[in-house]
Every structure is written in C-alpha cells, then in structure tokens.
C-alpha cells in the first residue's frame, strides 16, 4: 500500500470525526464547554522542540545507553516503553489534533489552524503527502491548531472593513462560517448571514459576500455587532472544537497508547519469547530474567518511581 493511499484513508477519518464534530454540539454540550475551558492552554508553555531535545537527549538515551551497560534485556525494554511513550507525547498528539483540525475547518468552515513555516517552505496544499505529514509531527513548526488568544484575535471584529477581512481570510468557509450557529434556538448570526446573503448563505463565496456587504452596510453592521463580543458565535464554535474536542481526544489517545498499547505491546513480546523458551533457543533463566523485565519494576526502579511521585 502506497503512502498516498494510507494518506487518504487517515484523511477519510478525520474527515468523519469532522462531521461529528460539526453536527456533535447539541448533545452534551455542557460537557465539552467544560472540557473547553480545562483543556485551554496555559501561558509560558514549554517551546515544543526544546522538550523534545530534552525528553530525547537527557531521558531516552542516557537511560538506554545506562541500561545497555547492565542487560540487553533492560535496554530493550527501556527502548519498546520509553520510546513509543515519549513519541506519543512529543508527535503523535499533536499530529492527531492538527488532523482532526483539519477535518473540522472543511465541517465548519473555519479556521482552527495555522501553518508555521519557514521562508524556503511550499504552502501545505502543494506538498507530497509525505512531506505533509511531515508537517503534522514537527514539534514547533508545521501544522498547529489556533491558541484561544489567537482565535479571539482572529474572530472578533469591529467594524465593516474587519468583516471584509474576516471573510477574505476564511476564503471559500466564510458562508459556512457565518451560519455555524444555525439550528440553535437563538441563532442569531446564521439569521442575519441568511438576511444578508440569501437561503443558500452557506454556499456564498467570499468575493458574493463581500459585494453583499458592500450593498447592504445596514444588515452588515448588525452582523459586526454580533461579532464584536468576546462570546460570538464563531469564537465559542472555535474554542469548542479545539480545546474541548480536539485536545480530548489527542489526550484520549495517549492514554490508549500508554495505557493499552504498550501493554498489549509486551503482550506481543512474552508470546515471542515463550515460543523462543519451547523451541530451546533460550534457557529458561534468560527467559525468566525477559519476563520479569517486561511485566515488573525492580526495587530501584520502583523506589525512583515512587520518590518521581513523590509518594516515597
């Protein structure tokens, strides 16, 4: 299967959890604003490819090269559980949150996405989807879903000119975009798109809404009201999707990863090794001192856990 193929049926997923996305609000609401607002980032955050040198350089391999003195069988497990587990943290999450980013901003029609990227960089639409998905998993460049300052910033506006550049930025969603609410009891910005625009405002390119704005500066300004409040439509839309939805789920599956993969994992290698032990290739002592690496910590181990927790 080529990487392409793969690239498509990843982007068949998260174009499904999309529309979930999308159509998800109304049941359970309460609890993804509440998820929303935990999962918020915090301010003087860690620079992401600092944590990655540093979980790489002083974590894995010092630990890997320690264990590698001791027992190939320490430095193997040091390696399947150390290294899948800081992978998980350091790309994986964010490349999952970026993918289902994605997939919602075709859902909504906004943005919950920006593309950091250097001077020498193709726009993300021009690139082999090896290179794309290169994108995803960088940790300080490529793909990162929108910061709650940054979708303020970008979705309250303050007059009929921020209106204009709100839509030019939205680009072909902006219909989409300006009718995100409709269906609730009080929609009030679908109303005043649909006034302004027409029943089919959802499909309005944004060159029509423009000229629409141009015409009609008085249904226009009524929307610029809307859209001038901290809690408009688009910003609490935003704000759901990638602190409630998205980073739940990226935390999801971590948890799956660490708490159910890896195990799973060393499942994997026990039933190896076993066939190893009925086939004579190892002693039984080797296949013991393999088995109690995979399923326990040693004391040492279990005393540097404990005071990490600080529960020694």
């Known amino acids: ?109 906004l943005i919950l996405t920006k593309h950091v990227k250097g001077d020498k960089t193709k726009a993300l639409q021009e690139m082999s989807p090896l290179r794309k998905f290169a994108e995803y998993v960088r940790p300080a460049q490529g793909v990162h ?29 902006a219909g989409k975009a300006l009718t995100v609410d409709a269906g609730k009891k009080n929609a009030k910005l679908a109303t005043l798109t649909t006034q302004l625009l027409g029943k089919d405002a959802a499909s309005k390119t944004s060159e029509q809404i ?17 859209l001038s409040k901290a809690d408009n439509p688009l910003i609490q839309k935003a704000k759901l999707i990638n602190s409630g939805i998205i980073k739940t789920i990226g935390l999801g599956v971590v948890v799956a990863v660490l708490g159910v993969g890896l195990p799973m994992f060393n499942k994997y290698l026990t039933k190896k090794l076993d066939a190893k032990k009925e086939a004579g290739e190892i002693t039984h002592e080797e296949w013991q001192r393999e088995i ?21």
């Open 145 to 173: 879903v929108l910061s709650t300052d940054q979708i303020v910033s970008n979705y309250r506006i303050q007059d009929t000119n921020g209106l204009k550049k709100l839509v030019t930025w939205l680009g072909g969603g």
């Open 210 to 226: 423009i000229e629409a704005i141009g015409k009609n500066s008085e249904k226009a300004q009524e929307i610029v009201e809307v």
């Open 292 to 312: 109690d690496f995979i399923y326990s910590l040693t004391p040492e181990q279990t005393n540097t856990y404990q005071n990490f927790l600080g529960v020694a």
């Open 1 to 109: 299967m080529s990487i392409r193929n793969i690239g498509a049926g990843i982007n068949k997923g998260f174009e499904a959890i999309g529309r979930k996305i999308s159509g998800g609000e109304a049941a359970g609401k309460g609890v993804l604003n509440r998820l929303a607002k935990l999962n918020e980032p915090v301010k003087n955050a860690v620079n992401p490819t600092m944590f990655a040198v540093a979980l790489y350089g002083c974590v894995l391999f010092p630990r890997a090269a320690a264990a590698g003195k001791r027992s190939k069988t320490e430095k193997r497990e040091v390696i399947t559980r150390d290294a899948i587990g800081l992978t998980t943290l350091v790309f994986a999450m964010k490349a999952i949150n970026g993918g289902i980013a994605k997939a919602a901003e075709k859902a909504t029609g």
